[in-house]
């Protein structure tokens, strides 16, 4: 893994949050991988940065304009990278990029990006204010 090439030269930016596998069950009419499989898995990683940040539930309320920039394929590794951009009272902004390790080759390419917005959520449900104490420095 450590020796995988990114085919831009770029990187990917933040931590390394949720890695999986693209099976053929995910695949859209064409073949290649539902672009709905691939926004799923950046929820959910964006989801588990969230929890952390915010110390409890939180919920997606939106997330900015995103386009696919490259297919992902049955067998690629997908990788999904998270970065908190911003944190408010009860929302905070987390950067989401996924990228495919490409199946047998050691090409690693930049697949979508997107920033989701979160809210901290009590167990009924309402915002709650993101503990000051898991405030990130930006």
């Known amino acids: 893994m450590g020796d995988t090439k990114a085919v831009s030269g770029a990187e990917p930016r933040g931590t390394l949050t949720v890695?999986?596998?693209?099976?053929?069950?995910?695949?859209?009419?064409?073949?290649d991988i539902f672009g709905g499989?691939?926004?799923?898995?950046?929820?959910?990683?964006?989801g588990i940065a969230g929890v952390e940040?915010?110390?409890?539930?939180?919920a997606t309320v939106a997330l900015d304009a995103m386009?696919?920039?490259?297919?992902?394929?049955?067998?690629?590794?997908?990788?999904?990278?998270?970065?908190?951009?911003?944190?408010g009272r009860t929302s905070m902004e987390i950067e989401v990029e996924a990228w495919a390790r490409r199946f047998r080759v050691q090409i690693r390419e930049k697949v979508t990006e997107a920033t989701f917005t979160f809210v901290a959520i009590n167990d009924e449900g309402r915002p709650r204010p993101i503990p000051t104490s898991s405030r990130i420095e930006t």
């Open 19 to 31: 890695r999986t596998i693209a099976m053929p069950a995910d695949t859209n009419a064409n073949g």
């Open 37 to 46: 499989w691939v926004l799923s898995q950046m929820d959910k990683a964006g």
């Open 53 to 58: 940040q915010a110390q409890g539930r939180v």
């Open 67 to 87: 386009s696919f920039i490259r297919p992902v394929r049955v067998g690629d590794v997908l990788c999904v990278y998270t970065r908190v951009a911003s944190i």
